[in-house]
């Protein structure tokens, strides 16, 4: 029992404490590979530990210096006795740490500095997401740094094997290493450039959680949850940031919806046939005040801006019917211009069918059939096909929902097209 609680002690800590810890750690040792693998041994140490003596007083604080400690024997073993040791072994008495071969509980609290936690978090965001690391690279170590995910958790996340998850993260943190990146909060103008590489992992981290491009849940929400958190965080580090908070906008308007997305069976339900008394409509409104602060603090609405008032035209109408489908289709046209994408254009398509009728909106879908970008999804025949039933051209709508069905990874929405194939049979 004993063992129990404390394994689930050390994983809870971990959870809420993991990036104060590794962010502490980097800027003590000036490296942020060193500190990840530093918080790692003070992680497998506390599941030893805590089980056998118990959860200490100030479970942070005992993590924080056993990494400390872990630190000063790592610049030990390199005969590494220059200033950084020095100042090390000075700021260790922060935690209390004492001498011996087991890490003993802090004798007082560590002093967390709120403003310089804020800074070390934000710096681990940078980092994490760097442009110099491939998209899943940035997606694996910024669950595992920010996140406190382990590398089995990441795995199940992303669908993945473990050991391919621990290969991202070691290739990641050598790749840091050999770009010399440095651990801070970039300046001003290198923030902006790099802001958007941030906010893409957090959006590509939610989007494979609400729909999952393979497998056999329709949403992961496990891994949508962790995508809104990490949102939330960048939000209130980057107050002034209007994309930021366009991005949290848009989760959270998007995952209002989830609970009416699935049946008891886990089939999903479209739009149409949701119950939107099932919508979180406490989400709904911190989406649209996070909305709206995006409005305050830009000057117009970004592209994660954008496609959150397009979620939030679903999220206040009364029905798919009394949606303001004209507005939607304006908003995408302005997301087009801003952000071009095929996929912006098919969305824009749908919008069109409901504001304008199918007809107009084939139109736009026949001219996309040619985007290298669809070409390889399930996305424009499913969406041709629907238009097609609405024209009443059956055979060809068949052949579009088949080629669909052939090209879709996940197993719910597979379940979806066929019940569509299967009506017009």
């Excluded at 985007?371 to 424009?380: E, M, R, V």
Aim: some cysteine.
């Amino acid at each position: 029992m004993a063992e129990h609680t404390g394994r689930a002690a050390v994983a809870a800590v971990w959870r809420i404490e993991s990036a104060r810890i590794v962010g502490a750690l980097a800027r003590y040792t000036g490296d942020f590979s060193l500190a990840e693998d530093l918080a790692q041994e003070a992680l497998a140490e506390a599941l030893v530990t805590w089980p056998r003596d118990g959860v200490p007083g100030n479970p942070a604080g005992w993590l924080l210096t056993v990494g400390r400690r872990r630190a000063i024997d790592a610049f030990r073993r390199r005969s590494a006795l220059d200033d950084r040791y020095i100042a090390l072994a000075r700021n260790l008495g922060e935690g209390g740490a004492v001498s011996g071969s087991e890490p003993a509980e802090p004798t007082g609290d560590v002093l967390w500095d709120p403003d310089q936690i804020d800074d070390d978090i934000l710096a681990l965001m940078f980092i994490s997401c760097h442009p110099t690391l491939s998209r899943d690279a940035r997606v694996a170590l910024t669950l595992r740094v920010i996140g406190g995910l382990t590398s089995d958790e990441i795995a199940k996340a992303c669908l993945v094997p473990t050991a391919t998850v621990q290969a991202r993260i070691t290739r990641a943190k050598k790749t840091l290493a050999a770009a010399r990146v440095r651990f801070e909060v970039p300046s001003a103008q290198e923030r902006a450039a790099r802001l958007g590489s941030v906010l893409n992992v957090v959006y590509v981290i939610f989007t494979e959680g609400s729909t999952a491009s393979s497998g056999s849940e329709l949403i992961r929400s496990e891994l949508a949850g962790e995508a809104q958190r990490l949102a939330r965080v960048l939000a209130r580090l980057v107050p002034n940031e209007p994309e930021a908070q366009g991005l949290l906008a848009l989760l959270e308007l998007t995952a209002a919806r989830f609970p009416a997305r699935t049946g008891p069976d886990g089939h999903p339900i479209l739009l149409a046939q949701q119950d939107r008394r099932r919508w979180d409509r406490a989400a709904i409104r911190r989406g649209r005040a996070a909305l709206d602060r995006a409005v305050r603090v830009g000057r117009g609405l970004g592209a994660y801006g954008l496609q959150a008032a397009i979620a939030e035209c679903h999220a206040v109408a009364p029905s798919v019917e009394d949606t303001a489908w004209d507005r939607i289709v304006l908003l995408y046209e302005a997301l087009g211009r801003l952000a071009p994408s095929p996929v912006v254009d098919l969305n824009r398509a749908v919008a069109v069918s409901m504001a304008q009728g199918p007809a107009a909106a084939l139109l736009i879908v026949d001219e996309l059939s040619t985007a290298p970008a669809l070409s390889g999804t399930h996305l424009l025949p499913s969406v041709r096909g629907e238009l097609l039933i609405q024209l009443g051209r059956n055979s060809e709508a068949r052949a579009e929902l088949t080629r669909a069905i052939t090209l879709c990874g996940n197993t719910r929405e597979r379940a979806i097209l066929s019940d569509k194939l299967a009506a017009l049979a």
